[in-house]
């Protein structure tokens, strides 16, 4: 049985956008008190501070990595076909 031809494009752009559009509702739906608890919490802000900074050193972490295996040689197969 074969793959219909449309579903490669379903696949890889409207099945995305559908569920971000879901994942969007969701968090509009209950941002509201989720937004007056960081407002009038000091426990709330710090957690949501603590995550923001965590997530910070990770990327800048990454970018480190990054740029030391670039200079390594470690991405010079990236966009080239492993098999030949």
């Known amino acids: 049985i074969g793959v219909p ?5 379903l696949l890889k752009y409207v099945t995305p956008v559908f569920l971000l559009i879901i994942l969007g509702a969701t ?4 941002s509201g008190g989720y937004i ?7 426990v709330a ?3 949501v501070y603590v995550v ?10 990454i970018g480190i990595a990054v740029a030391r295996w670039s200079r390594q040689g470690r ?10």
């Open 27 to 30: 968090f509009y739906q209950s």
């Open 52 to 61: 923001l900074g965590v997530l910070a050193l990770l990327l800048l972490l």
């Open 36 to 42: 007056d608890n960081f407002n009038n919490s000091e």
């Open 75 to 84: 991405f010079d197969w990236v966009g080239q076909d492993k098999a030949k």
């Open 45 to 47: 802000r710090l957690s």
């Open 5 to 9: 031809s449309f579903l490669p494009f």
